[in-house]
Structure formats: C-alpha cells, structure tokens
C-alpha cells in the first residue's frame, strides 16, 4: 500500500524566508510526484509534477526534487510571501493513474 | 481561472433527494475522476474514467452513481445520501498515459456537498 507522509503537518514562517516542504513516500516504483497547493474551500492547483526519471523540476519561485533511493521529494519556495500561504500537498501517481496524497503541510507566511 | 469546471459551487440537500453534480473539461483529457475530501484530510478516490468507461471504482456505496456521458463531461448522481456524505467533492482530468499513466492531473474547484 503506497504511504505517503508529510511532516511538519503545519508551519509559519515570516515573509522573504525560503519555504523547505518535504514529503517521504515507501514506493520506489512510483510513475512521477505531483506538489499541489489549496487554498481554503477551494479544488487542487497542480504546482509541480516530476516524472520518475527526473530530479527536479522548476517554475519560477518553485523548485521541487525526487529522490527516488530515498523515497523523498522536497518542494522549495524561494522568498516566501503572505500570497504563498496555503495548504501544500504532495501525491505519488501509481498503478491506473491512482494518486496517493499526504495529509498535506499547512503553510502561513507571516507580513 | 481553472479548466474543470463543476457546478454546482454548494449543495445543500435532504437525505431523499435525488441531485447530480457536473463537471466538464475542454483540454482533449480522456481520463476523469471524482474524488472525495472531509476537511482537514486529503482527497480521497472514488471512481475513474478511461476513454469514457469505469475503470475503477473505489468500493463506493451504491447511492453515489457516477456516469460519463461523453468525453468531456463527467457526471455524479446522488441518491439517498448519509450525513456522512457532507465533504468537498472534487472533479478532475488527464491525458492517459502510456503504461499506466504520467500525466499530471488537474482539479476542479469542487462542490461543497451538506446533507441535512
């Protein structure tokens, strides 16, 4: 069964710092990792997805990695601000396109 | 702006109504799903699409039927709901991959669902 873990599950941080969110999952084997953000009440904005034979992938501020013999992905967001406040949450795609979330890591950057 | 799209955004309904939630894509995805979400937890999969047919059903009960009627909508009817049906009922697409899948999947903003 995939498990996929996101620890601290909620953190602040004071705007212009850089925002180190990191998710362990036990497949080795997995197809690639999606990052989405959420916001309150709101659906699943796709951030980042990283296929299996890569190591990272960047989009502006945003820079995720796989490390797939560790079973880690990290999400790092570069000068955080309040904008970036949101719930993070990383998925590992498996078998006929199933995703396996984390609980996600809340995130509140402080003005 | 996202592209799912579902309607509708709220709804509120007894525990003998009948109602449907809609989603509709126009990206040319061939997989849709519908997901499930309590608060504070993370989504959870209740049926996929493929090409338009059910390709997994997460063991979901019965009163939840979901229907794909062509290949850019997808459909979730609703019938003789439980209070603990209330949650964030999330519609999503993709491409289908080749050998299982790798293609990113995008959300749509959901339907918060109360059942009185």
């Known amino acids: 069964k995939q498990e996929v873990t996101q620890i601290p599950a909620a953190l602040s941080v004071p705007e212009g710092e850089n925002l180190v969110l990191n998710c362990s999952f036990t497949?080795?084997?997995?197809?690639?990792l999606q990052w989405f953000r959420q916001d309150p009440g709101k659906g699943l904005t796709s951030l980042l997805l990283?296929?299996?034979?890569?190591r990272e992938q960047t989009s502006g501020r945003l820079n995720a990695s796989l490390d797939k013999s560790s079973g880690r992905s990290t999400l790092y967001i570069a000068a955080s601000q309040p904008g970036d406040s949101a719930t993070y949450l990383c998925?590992?795609?498996?078998?006929?396109?199933?995703?396996?979330f984390g609980k996600g890591n809340q995130v509140v950057v402080i003005p | 702006d996202t592209e799912v799209t579902q309607t509708p955004k709220h709804l509120v309904m007894g525990m003998t109504n009948k109602k449907s939630l809609k989603c509709e894509q126009h990206m040319g995805h061939r997989a849709m799903y519908w997901y499930k979400q309590k608060a504070k937890k993370p989504p959870e999969l209740m049926f996929v699409y493929s090409y338009e047919k059910l390709s997994i059903n997460e063991s979901v009960p019965s009163r939840f039927s979901p229907e794909c009627p062509n290949s850019s909508l997808l459909n979730l009817h609703l019938h003789a709901l439980q209070p603990e049906d209330s949650a964030l009922y999330l519609c999503?697409?993709?491409?289908?991959?080749?050998?299982?899948?790798?293609?990113?999947?995008?959300f749509g903003d959901g339907t918060r669902l109360s059942i009185l």
């Open positions: 990283i296929q299996s034979s890569q």
């Open positions: 999503a697409s993709s491409q289908v991959g080749v050998g299982g899948g790798n293609q990113p999947q995008h």
């Open positions: 998925a590992e795609l498996y078998g006929n396109n199933r995703l396996a």
């Open positions: 497949d080795s084997a997995i197809y690639n």
